[in-house]
């Protein structure tokens, strides 16, 4: 009888589709819904507008698609462990890179809207609405925006969530599918 | 652990690590460079021209021409000033009503002038104030000083 990592396939699955249909994990809406400013972001994608101009980082179009790469690489080998279950060692191939991400992202969130309210005063929330203003640079004399902003999560962060705790429960998973497999080695 | 897992792993890890190193090559490995964010603002400005005497509605006022020269139309919502004769107050003046001007355009603002010293005539005076401009669903504060001759306004309002 073959048996599956039914978890694991789940976890796979849905880490493919975060990554092959990036949705932003996190939104903030600055203006009346986002005409003054936008950002979209993922572990996948970055995209922040100001006043119809984009705001360019390039390392983050590096880390983006490294990000990519590690979370394909991670479904792939989560899939194939999920099917494979003949080895014990298998179980490392289970990544549990969904679940960290999940729990780093907001965090990383937190420590980068910390530095732009360092660097150019833009006071956004993690999550909710709040009324900002801030001094905008490149203009010849002082320019005081006020801005309306609001920010979520998303499903797709709701998703990645999930993935994350289905992971960890298809490590534990993996065990009782050994324990009641013969080892492919041992036939 | 066995072998292939350990060349699975090290593999893995050089796909992932391949663009960053990509990236930072490109970049001569100047890490600060990468990390600079890099953001040109749009245009914003207001030109504001001449300064006219008029009578409106009864109210004393100034007609005071705008063009706007940034990059998006704009809506001016208030216009909040002082009306300063050798630095001393002696009136305030505000903005009658709001007045949309398109990027590239000329508009009219109506100004009212209240002065509290009506016996003033043939002098400068000045309105150092901060106008509140609305554009692409944000408000922006910047500081406006306005010049206008009050000896010019008894005149033109004398001939109305």
């Known amino acids: 009888m073959v048996r599956v990592n039914v978890f694991g396939l789940m976890s796979g699955f849905l880490m493919l589709y975060l990554v092959l249909l990036p949705e932003p994990w996190w939104v903030a809406l600055g203006g009346s819904d986002g005409e003054a400013f936008h950002a979209y972001v993922s572990p996948f994608a970055f995209e922040v507008v100001l006043l119809g101009n984009p705001v360019d980082i390039p390392i983050v179009y590096w880390l983006t698609l490294a990000s990519r790469l590690a979370f394909i690489l991670a479904a792939v080998e989560t899939i194939f462990a999920s099917i494979v279950v003949y080895e014990k060692t298998f179980k490392t191939f289970l990544s549990l890179r969904a679940l960290s991400v ?6 990383l969130i937190a420590i980068g809207l910390a530095v732009t ?7 956004i929330p993690v999550y909710g609405e709040a009324l900002t203003t801030f001094n905008l640079p490149g203009q010849g004399y002082a320019m005081t925006v006020e801005m309306p902003i609001r920010t979520y999560f998303t499903t797709s962060y709701l998703l990645a969530l999930i993935a994350g705790v289905l992971s960890l429960i298809a490590r534990s998973f993996h065990e009782v599918l050994i324990k009641t497999e013969p080892s492919i080695s041992r036939v | 652990m066995r072998w292939y897992v350990i060349v699975v792993k090290a593999i893995e890890t050089a796909l992932i690590l391949a663009p ?11 890490v600060q460079s990468m ?3 890099s953001y040109k603002s749009p245009g914003i400005g207001l030109s504001i021209g001449y300064a006219e005497p008029v009578l ?15 990059e998006c139309p704009i809506t001016v919502t208030d216009f909040q000033a002082l009306v300063l004769y050798r630095g001393n107050k002696v009136g305030e003046a505000y903005l009658r009503y709001p007045v949309s001007i398109p990027s590239g355009e000329k508009a009219y603002l109506i100004i009212v002038v209240e002065l509290s010293n009506a016996t003033l005539s043939d002098v400068v005076v000045e309105l150092p104030g901060r106008v509140r401009v609305k554009l692409m669903g944000l408000v922006v504060e910047a500081p406006l000083n306005i010049t206008v001759s009050i000896g010019t306004f008894h005149e033109t309002l004398g001939g109305r």
């Open chain 1, 102 to 107: 999940s729990i780093l992202f907001p965090i």
């Open chain 1, 117 to 123: 309210e360092e660097a150019i005063g833009l006071s």
């Open chain 2, 20 to 30: 960053i190193v990509y990236g930072l090559c490109l970049y001569g490995w100047d």
């Open chain 2, 35 to 37: 990390t600079v964010p």
């Open chain 2, 56 to 70: 409106f509605e009864d109210l004393t006022a100034i007609n005071v021409s705008a063009t706007n020269t940034g």
